[in-house]
């Protein structure tokens, strides 16, 4: 057992933020968009451990308080696609 583990199960829940999403998975989405520096949706929530659709909206979040920002990528041979990156 690391100290992490002992940290994580001894530390006092998260509360959720004014948005009403969790506060310690919304330090997962933004630490894991800064390490990839842009993904999908789809991308974040597997490296994350969320569904797509979950880290659809805690990516919407972090647009909407300009944190990071959205483009299309059209070069996906099919449907366009939604990029995240940090701003």
């Known amino acids: ?6 940290d994580a199960l001894f530390a006092p829940p998260a509360a959720p933020d004014a948005s ?5 998975t919304l330090r997962r989405v933004r630490a894991a968009l800064r390490d ?5 949706a789809a991308e974040l929530g597997t490296r994350v451990g969320l569904s797509r659709v979950t ?9 909407e308080t300009g944190e990071a920002s959205v483009g299309t990528d059209a ?13």
Request: proline share 3%; hydrophobic share 30%; charged share 30%.
């Open 36 to 40: 990839l520096g842009e993904a999908s």
């Open 55 to 63: 880290a659809w909206r805690y990516l919407g979040h972090l647009v």
């Open 1 to 6: 057992m690391r100290q992490g583990h002992l």
């Open 75 to 87: 070069r996906t041979g099919g449907r366009p696609a939604k990029r995240y990156r940090r701003v």
């Open 20 to 24: 009403g999403l969790d506060g310690d």
